[in-house]
């Protein structure tokens, strides 16, 4: 999984084709309603983040406003969902990240979360194979059974 320096690098790939108000400094911020769009979420999944502290965005009254961060940070946890991460883990991962530092401790902490879910994924890719193999064969029977029942039709 490339959870790589977490918020920071992930957030260029957005940087282009985001769309919302420029605040002061020069910040690029998108609404909920763009973020949703940008991602495919729901707003209840916005909000949801947002209360699990993933996710903080800048307040205007009662609009919310999503930075650069915001986009990048939303980015790793779908990533981190697609692949099988508990959100506590994203969260834990992303949280470590350090834009002063190394990063050395999050590396290494996403490399042995990423190696152990590999692990788990490997399993289900054989149990899903062993299923479908299964799966397979019963409907091959099937398939013989009923062709032997019907009549072969006549030609004329």
Same mark, same amino acid.
Do not use: C, W
């Given at each position: 999984?490339?959870?790589?320096? #977490? $918020?920071?690098? $992930? #957030? &260029?790939?957005?940087? *282009?084709?985001? @769309?919302?108000?420029?605040?002061?400094?020069?910040?690029?911020?998108?609404?909920?309603?763009?973020?949703?769009?940008? !991602?495919?979420?729901?707003?209840?999944?916005?909000?949801?983040?947002?209360?699990?502290?993933?996710? &903080?965005?800048?307040?205007?009254?009662? @609009?919310?406003?999503?930075?650069?961060?915001?986009?990048?940070?939303?980015?790793?946890?779908?990533?981190?969902?697609?692949?099988? !991460?508990?959100?506590?883990?994203?969260?834990?991962?992303?949280?470590?990240?350090?834009?002063?530092?190394?990063?050395?401790?999050?590396?290494?902490?996403?490399?042995?979360?990423?190696?152990?879910?590999?692990?788990?994924?490997?399993?289900?890719?054989?149990?899903?194979?062993?299923?479908?193999?299964?799966? @397979?064969?019963?409907?091959?029977?099937?398939?013989? $059974?009923? $062709?032997?029942?019907?009549?072969? #039709?006549? *030609?004329?």
């Amino acid at each position: 999984m490339k959870l790589v320096l #977490a $918020a920071d690098t $992930a #957030a &260029n790939a957005f940087e *282009n084709g985001s @769309t919302g108000a420029s605040a002061e400094h020069g910040e690029d911020l998108a609404r909920i309603g763009d973020m949703a769009k940008m !991602f495919g979420v729901t707003l209840r999944t916005l909000r949801f983040y947002e209360d699990k502290g993933l996710l &903080n965005p800048k307040r205007e009254g009662t @609009t919310r406003l999503y930075t650069r961060r915001d986009r990048a940070r939303l980015r790793l946890i779908l990533l981190g969902r697609k692949v099988g !991460f508990t959100l506590r883990d994203v969260k834990h991962m992303i949280d470590l990240y350090d834009p002063k530092g190394p990063n050395t401790k999050q590396l290494k902490v996403v490399l042995d979360k990423s190696e152990k879910q590999m692990g788990r994924l490997l399993k289900q890719r054989e149990a899903l194979d062993e299923a479908i193999d299964d799966l @397979t064969k019963a409907m091959d029977v099937a398939r013989k $059974a009923l $062709a032997s029942r019907q009549p072969v #039709a006549a *030609n004329g």
